[in-house]
């Protein structure tokens, strides 16, 4: 009996009946043994901490004017290297099915994995598991240090106060929407420059293209593009004209679902 269900698993395999937990585990094999997967993490981890001392140990709160003094958010101020850090981890996330493309590895995946929308659902998986993961650690990590360098009178954050705990969690969170975000562009687009190019446009152009809308349009579109939902995902007080954090993970978690959802249908129709 045992025979015979060994054969069947094994007949599956050969006509490409891999489930989701055998291609996930591909998937992160794939991953882990790239040395480029451990640079941009590691030149983001060291962004996010670096921009966190360069900002918080150079800040000047006794020289501030009163309105600057009620407005500073010495947790918000701790994740500027998010700015920066969300192009490499949405590069990061764009090379992870890219690469693949140019070498023509993917073809080896496919013969093996046929469903393609599969595919891409563990390589989302697993990017989102393992940029969440580092997400997190480097925002923790930037917010202690950006807090232990910032010198009095200047008021230090702690994670007890109200809003702080939900800022770290979600700095961690926004890199492994925008990997997802950029796995789905990379699927869609195929090459490697046009799918970075796509994932700058999206995070610095947009923001400018709008920019030069007027005061109204602006209040009303900006909030809804990635770079100004960080904002409201890290800011602890609040921010005119922009969504609750809340409501913004929700949006930013819908347009990941979107990008993979379009880049699945597109896998599904075109040749690899």
């Not at 009996?1 to 291609?23: E, I, K, L």
């Not at 407005?71 to 500027?80: A, E, I, N, R, V």
């Not at 579109?221 to 921010?239: E, G, H, I």
């Amino acid at each position: 009996m045992s025979t015979m269900a060994v054969s069947n698993r094994s007949a599956d395999r050969m006509r490409g009946g891999y489930g989701f937990r055998a291609v996930a585990g591909m998937e992160w094999e794939k991953l882990r043994t790239v040395r480029s997967t451990w640079s941009l993490l590691g030149v983001f981890t060291a962004c996010m901490i670096g921009f966190s001392l360069l900002v918080l140990g150079h800040e000047n709160y006794g020289q501030m004017s009163a309105a600057d003094r009620a407005s500073f958010d010495p947790t918000s101020d701790s994740f500027l290297g998010l700015v920066l850090g969300q192009l490499l981890i949405g590069t990061f996330g764009a090379l992870a099915i890219t690469t693949e493309f140019s070498s023509g590895t993917i073809r080896a995946t496919f013969a093996a994995a046929p469903r393609r929308p599969l595919v891409l659902a563990a390589k989302a998986a697993v990017l989102g598991a393992v940029t969440l993961a580092a997400g997190e650690i480097s925002a923790f990590a930037a917010f202690l240090a950006g807090q232990a360098v910032l010198k009095a009178p200047a008021p230090q954050a702690t994670l007890g106060q109200p809003g702080v705990l939900r800022a770290v969690l979600m700095a961690g969170a926004y890199p492994a929407l925008i990997a997802v975000i950029g796995l789905g562009i990379g699927a869609i687009i195929r090459h490697t420059a046009g799918a970075i190019c796509a994932v700058v446009s999206l995070v610095f152009v947009l923001p400018l293209l709008f920019g030069a809308l007027g005061t109204s349009v602006q209040d009303q579109t900006q909030k809804f593009l990635p770079d100004t939902m960080r904002n409201a995902l890290v800011s602890v007080k609040p921010t005119a004209h922009l969504l609750s954090p809340g409501l913004t993970l929700f949006v930013l978690s819908g347009y990941a679902l979107l990008a993979l959802a379009a880049g699945a249908w597109v896998l599904a129709r075109r040749d690899a």
